[in-house]
């Protein structure tokens, strides 16, 4: 089982003290410090598994297209949900954000 320990960025301005707090000692005791850590590791096992078979099947090249098809995919995700945060206090975009998950 893996410790993850969110960053203090990710946490509302209330309690960003307590996850700093929580981060520095998670760092001290050489915790592994990635939020969704489990994840993380069960894609990557998941790659791991498929990837001579993938290989096999598409060849490299064509698996390579694929993987930067996902790549290019996360991209526009990401420009199309992440908010502008230039000249922006982070009350700002916390309120903002709070206000277009109620939406």
């Excluded at 309690?15 to 990635?34: K, N, Q």
């Excluded at 590791?41 to 098809?69: E, H, K, P, Q, R």
Aim: hydrophobic share 50%.
């Amino acid at each position: 089982m893996t410790t993850a320990t969110p960053p203090p960025q990710v946490a509302d301005l209330g309690h960003r003290g307590a996850v700093l707090g929580a981060s520095a000692i998670a760092a001290l005791g050489g915790l592994l410090f990635a939020p969704n850590a489990e994840v993380l590791m069960g894609l990557d096992f998941l790659i791991s598994i498929s990837v001579l078979t993938l290989i096999n099947a598409l060849t490299a090249t064509g698996l390579f297209w694929i993987y930067g098809a996902f790549g290019i995919l996360f991209l526009v995700c990401l420009h199309r949900n992440l908010p502008e945060t230039k000249n922006r206090t982070l009350e700002d975009i916390e309120s903002s954000l709070r206000a277009r998950s109620k939406a």
